[in-house]
């Protein structure tokens, strides 16, 4: 009986040992496998996204939306159905480029301070020898328990009444000056520098600063961003504080006002669904781009690029 065996070109140019055929069939076993992995893989990725882009399709297909149609069916809407008019009720009623612009200064303040802040006290967390290092970072993570809640009746008495800043774009900013969260990030980020960089710098003369400025900061790019992000979604979906400090309706963040709007007068509009889907869509639009733009920094990290060898 003659079995016949259909073999590759690779196969007929030469003899092939034992091991050499058994390396061969597993890397054809793996690559198969390695394959199937990818598909599904794919497959699960893909039906992950569409369950998390879902609910910000439906809230932008619902503030477009005429009459409101809360069904399945609703979320693949007629065309003659779609309309900019929710925009315009409730750009009416509370100024909506007014509260893109205070919630803009709030949060630009808060970024600025955070990062400021956040890399000065990370950095010196992180290269520099000083007593009361360890106390201080042991101090950073206490404070990530202490919920913010505690401390807002204090701090109003101490900004609104003490220091005279109810009101004003400053008083929203002030409790949210330093984040501990922003200054944990740092620090570890500033560890994983090569230390070699700094040493050289120092023998040819450079002071902290110098170093902080010219080698550190390019070095941690993606924790500016991972920082800017992450504080980001705080103080631009941030209520209860400039709901407390501010009563003057032309200085509350869009926060305030579309849940001002939402209580007091989007029940009474033709379409409050689509009302309270449209501010929520402006609310939640520069948080999304902003994600978009910048998620690559996420995974981009290029630490040991400034070493050689």
């Known amino acids: ?51 998390f882009l879902f609910p910000f399709y439906y809230m932008v297909v619902g503030a477009l939306q005429k009459s409101p149609d809360p069904t399945i069916a609703g979320a693949f809407p007629n065309p003659a159905n779609l309309t900019f008019d929710n925009f315009v009720n409730v750009n009416e009623r509370i100024n909506l480029v007014s509260g893109l612009v205070n919630s803009g200064i709030f949060t630009g303040g808060v970024l600025l301070c955070t990062v400021v802040f956040g890399v000065l006290v990370g950095y010196a967390l992180a290269m520099m020898k000083w007593r009361g290092a360890r106390a201080t970072f042991a101090l950073a993570l206490l404070v990530q328990v202490i919920p913010f809640q505690l401390l807002q009746i204090p701090l109003y008495v101490l900004i609104a009444r003490d220091y005279g800043l109810a009101d004003t774009h400053i008083g929203m900013i002030l409790p949210f000056a330093i984040n501990s969260t922003a200054v944990i990030i740092f620090r570890q980020y500033f560890l994983q520098l090569p230390k070699e960089l700094f040493e050289a710098a120092r023998i040819d003369g450079a002071g902290e600063i110098r170093l902080l400025w010219s080698i550190a900061l390019p070095l941690v790019r993606p924790a500016l961003v991972t920082a800017v992000l992450l504080t980001f979604i705080g103080p631009w979906n941030e209520f209860l504080w400039p709901f407390l400090i501010t009563k ?13 709007y939402i209580s007091t007068v989007a029940a009474s509009t033709d379409n409050p669904f689509g009302a309270i889907l449209a501010g929520a869509t402006v609310l939640a639009a520069p948080v999304v781009v902003l994600f978009i733009v910048f998620q690559r920094y996420f995974v981009s990290n290029d630490l040991g690029s400034g070493v050689k060898g």
């Open 248 to 260: 003057d309706a032309a200085l509350q963040p869009l926060a305030v006002s579309l849940a001002n």
């Open 1 to 51: 009986m003659t079995t016949t065996t259909n073999l590759t070109d690779d196969e007929l140019s030469g003899p092939e040992t034992p091991d050499a055929r058994i390396r061969t069939l597993r890397h054809r076993r793996v690559s198969g496998w390695t394959r199937t992995q990818t598909i599904v893989r794919g497959v699960v990725l893909g039906l992950g996204a569409v369950v």
